[in-house]
């Protein structure tokens, strides 16, 4: 019985959960506020709510249950091209700001925080040098930010884990045995880390390619998509070597493949299935942040004045600012330098270098990592954890909230704020593909008898009117042919939505079963689908 009641209680609690993100989600929409900012403040507003579950955040839970399938769902989203263009500015975001925020935290809370000497800095350096990208990539896109500066922060956010748990494990190798590694054994630590985690990741992608090609069941695949992130995490985890670059090698091999090895169904059903989960996880994460402020304030003692925590929580996020600030202007001029060197028409203007230095928002791996930091150390009580788990909590709170509501006037403010449509390469790539099918089609009404001139024709003149959308020509009635295309939408759409209304009047009438309108509604949602604009 006290199983069953510790079960329903867990259900009520996700539920509550799912409840809250949804509707916040929803307040966020309206607002035009992502939506990690909004969960946080109502996590934060609710946790001092009366009768609220108390709900603790398990690092477990968040390493095991939660970053997995957030870094798969990241990865499978990034242009590998892309990635590999910008991999020497990410590379210098992930690794080298990384070192640079643990020596530069570790230097200041030796200096001038008395309960934090250069161990308890280092640590805290570590816990803190992880960055959150998702709300900044939400925001930069909404605003039509230039997608390469969105590759460079999606690229980091999936690198930076490694590395910042890396840091995170020499900290506290420095807090037991009172020092760290040699450069040698450090570097080969990371060597180690990097290469077998990639190899781990790449291995476990090549056999579920491999499987998937003798597979085409929507339920099946899905399935088998939710398996993957958490299997090449263990795998990376169990051989020592990087769960998360595990993750993420996985993730990257398996998009580039998906075009041959899914189906059309297939993939319409997974992208869909994944959008969804990875949207709960989010805000299930975000919301959590909010929720932790009673433990945080609970496990504070020591005589420290809350006037003392804000101040310490306010110097801290700006030195955290501070420092990413410093590190990105040299390393974009680096970037600028080596791209000018190979003759690369790609650079970093000064603009977009501080909006890169400006999205240095923390999450949930922070909070994450400073919970799982232990109390005792050598049999000793480590005092500074509290302390530790205080300023990561104030930091993410500054960092989210400040850099991420202020995002949106910066971009604009430095005119960095684009259109939201078609970028130009999609065009040309829809305009190029478009032209070869008519082509197809074209060569393949030649020859053919009277009787099959007019599905040629139709589907032609379908083709036709989808490459219109791209034109702005005018045709020889004086519109544009991309007006005349919005006028096919209008038209397609109103005989559709006269479809749907009559097959739900038949269901209602009890003249066709609700399968056949379930059926009949997929192919008319298909159909609609072709027409969706923007």
Request: glycine share 8%; aromatic share 8%.
């Amino acid at each position: 019985m006290e199983s069953a009641a510790s079960l329903h209680a867990i259900e009520r609690v996700v539920l509550l959960l799912l409840v809250m993100v949804a509707a916040f989600a929803v307040i966020a929409h309206r607002l035009k506020t992502p939506y990690p900012i909004v969960l946080v403040l109502a996590g934060l507003f609710l946790s001092f709510m009366p009768h609220m579950p108390r709900i603790p955040l398990n690092p477990n839970f968040v390493f095991v249950i939660f970053l997995p399938p957030l870094l798969y769902s990241a990865a499978w989203t990034v242009s590998w091209r892309d990635f590999r263009r910008n991999l020497l500015i990410i590379s210098l975001l992930a690794v080298g700001l990384v070192g640079f925020t643990v020596w530069g935290v570790a230097l200041f809370s030796d200096h001038f925080i008395t309960a934090l000497d250069w161990k308890a800095g280092f640590l805290l350096g570590a816990v803190l040098s992880t960055t959150d990208a998702i709300a900044a990539t939400s925001v930069a896109k909404s605003l039509g930010l230039p997608r390469r500066i969105v590759d460079i922060l999606e690229g980091e956010s999936l690198l930076n884990d490694a590395t910042g748990l890396l840091a995170l494990e020499f900290g506290l190798r420095l807090l037991e045995r009172g020092d760290l590694p040699t450069v040698e054994a450090g570097l080969a630590r990371l060597v180690y880390l990097i290469v077998g985690g990639l190899a781990i990741g790449l291995l476990i992608g090549v056999v579920v390619g491999w499987f998937e090609k003798f597979v085409d069941n929507g339920p099946v695949e899905l399935v088998l998509s939710l398996i993957v992130p958490y299997a090449a995490y263990l795998a990376g985890e169990e051989a020592k070597a990087s769960g998360v670059l595990a993750v993420v090698a996985c993730g990257l091999y398996l998009s580039r493949q998906s075009a041959r090895i899914f189906s059309p169904n297939v993939r319409i059903q997974i992208w869909t299935a994944w959008g969804a989960m990875t949207f709960a996880l989010n805000g299930i994460v975000f919301l959590l942040i909010g929720l932790q402020m009673p433990y945080v304030l609970a496990s504070i003692h020591g005589g420290y004045k809350m006037s003392t925590l804000l101040e310490y929580g306010a110097v801290f996020s700006a030195i955290l600012i501070a420092l990413r600030m410093i590190w990105v202007a040299p390393a974009v001029w680096l970037t600028n330098f080596v791209h000018k060197l190979k003759e690369r028409k790609e650079h970093i203007s000064q603009r977009e270098t501080f909006v890169i230095g400006w999205t240095g928002m923390r999450g949930v791996i922070a909070l994450a990592a400073a919970v799982s930091v232990p109390e005792m150390v050598n049999g000793v009580e480590f005092g500074a954890r509290n302390l530790i788990i205080f300023l990561t909590f104030s930091v993410i709170l500054v960092t989210l909230v400040l850099q991420g509501l202020t995002l949106p006037s910066v971009i604009r403010a430095l005119g960095l704020a684009g259109e939201t449509g078609m970028e130009p390469e999609e065009r040309e790539a829809r305009h190029l593909a478009l032209k070869e099918a008519l082509d197809y089609l074209e060569q393949g009404r030649e020859g053919k008898c009277e009787a099959y001139m007019h599905a040629y024709d139709d589907l032609i003149d379908r083709y036709e009117h989808r490459l219109a959308e791209l034109l702005e020509d005018e045709s020889e009635h004086g519109v544009t042919k991309s007006q005349v295309y919005q006028e096919l939408v209008r038209a397609a759409r109103g005989a559709l939505e006269a479809e749907r209304t009559t097959i739900i009047r038949l269901r209602d009438e009890g003249a066709i079963s609700d399968d056949v309108l379930r059926k009949m509604e997929r192919v008319l949602d298909l159909e609609e689908s072709k027409y969706q604009l923007g």
